[in-house]
């Protein structure tokens, strides 16, 4: 009897198994450039600027706790819609906690009426908060205090369990490529779950303490590059290799 010559390793496979491997590695990195767009228009502009940057993952998770968005605009963008001493009045109102009683009582709801209610309003048609409604201004006197842990708990499980299952079939492709030293393809299978865990954990971190925004970009880098790396040599073992030389190693044992 002669031994098989047919071998586990991403080379030597037929037409099929390569086709519904590859059709799966090229869809999962559509969509990774799908994530990265979107987490460029979500968080990368949470600091205003384009990009996504350190502030970006503070401000979305932690929050801007220096002042509420209120007061934030009557130092900014809304600086000219109210003289200084009617600005002065709103944001001290805003410091002493923005109560409902107040706001008609020490003439805030007049201010607002006189200054900012033109643009303000449900009819104007812009994309910005209709002030004739108290709870809309009280909302935007509120501190920032970044994501919600209901909202984190909700996106946290959906990573977890989504990205583990992408990880799953990505590295059981590239366990079949032959032509990676075994501890080496071992660590860059077991990466991903490991900075997948650390990115998570550092969104929770960083909501309780900014510090930890840096962790949320090396636990996103670490796992793109090692999906980049499992991606590139699975792909290069299948289509590339086999018109080089033929591969009689059993990937799955290590030879
Ligand atoms: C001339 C029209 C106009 C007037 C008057 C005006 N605003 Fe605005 N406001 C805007 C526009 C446009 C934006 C969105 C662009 C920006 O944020 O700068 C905005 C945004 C804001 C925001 C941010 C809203 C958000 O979604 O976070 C706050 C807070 C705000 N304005 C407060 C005020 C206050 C307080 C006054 C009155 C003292 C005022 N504005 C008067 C046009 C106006």
Known sequence: MSAPTHKLNLCSQGIALKALFTG????????????????????????????????DIVY??????????LEAKLNGSMKLMA??????????????????KAFYDTGIRKIIDTNCIACHNASSGLPIPD??????VAEKAKTDTGASFSSLARVS????????FIFMFIGLIFSLAAGVPKYLKASVIVMPYIFLMIDISSWWLTKLNPNFAWLVII??????LSFAFMWT?????MWIMPRLHSDSRDALLDE
Do not use: P
């Not at 979305?60 to 968005?69: L, N, V």
């Not at 990573?159 to 583990?164: M, N, S």
């Open 131 to 136: 002030w004739t409604k108290f709870e809309n």
């Open 83 to 100: 003289s200084e001493q009617d600005r002065l009045k709103i944001i001290n109102w805003v410091h002493k906690g923005a109560d409902e």
């Open 233 to 237: 040599v699975s792909m290069y073992e």
């Open 60 to 69: 979305s998770y932690y929050g801007k706790r220096s002042g509420s968005a």
């Open 219 to 224: 636990g996103g880098g670490a796992m793109a």
């Open 24 to 55: 799966y590695l090229v869809v999962v990195a559509v969509g990774y450039l799908m994530a990265v767009v979107q987490i460029q228009l979500t968080h990368g502009m949470a600091d205003g600027e384009m990009g996504l940057s350190v502030d």
């Open 157 to 164: 499980h959906i990573h977890l369990f989504g990205i583990a």
